[in-house]
């Protein structure tokens, strides 16, 4: 079966930097969507950004566009989230997530594997 693991969250400083990785146990990853969430405390989960198999495209947040990064290494079956800027409001506990499926890249339900999460903190 399918693990997502990530890795790379921890306690930082706002305008500091931070590069979470999530890395495949198995499967064809160079064929995944794959994509990160984040879910603060009370708050629903809320997509941050995904990059499309194949070139299809890479999406992101509003909040995030400009200061996160996503990318990929399919020989590594790694997914990255370059974090810069961060910003208290930042803080979450981030996981990523891969599919096959077609359909909005911002949907949860599309996503078919998720990883654990690694929390991020952002202090002010």
């Known amino acids: 079966q399918v693990q997502l693991v990530e890795s790379g969250g921890g306690l930082v400083q706002a305008g500091d930097s931070l590069r979470l990785s999530c890395a495949a146990s198995?499967?064809?990853?160079?064929?995944?969507?794959m994509a990160w969430f984040r879910q603060a405390p009370g708050k629903e989960r809320e997509f941050v950004a995904a990059e499309l198999w194949a070139g299809g495209g890479i999406y992101y947040a509003e909040p995030v566009k400009g200061r996160f990064t996503i990318s990929r290494d399919n020989t590594k079956k790694t997914v990255y989230l370059q974090m810069s800027s961060l910003k208290p409001e930042d803080t979450a506990v981030y996981s990523c997530?891969?599919?096959?499926?077609?359909?909005?890249?911002?949907?949860?339900?599309?996503?078919?594997?998720w990883g654990q999460g690694t929390q991020v903190t952002v202090s002010s």
């Open positions: 997530a891969a599919r096959t499926l077609s359909g909005p890249v911002q949907r949860p339900s599309t996503y078919t594997y």
């Open positions: 198995e499967g064809t990853f160079r064929n995944w969507d």
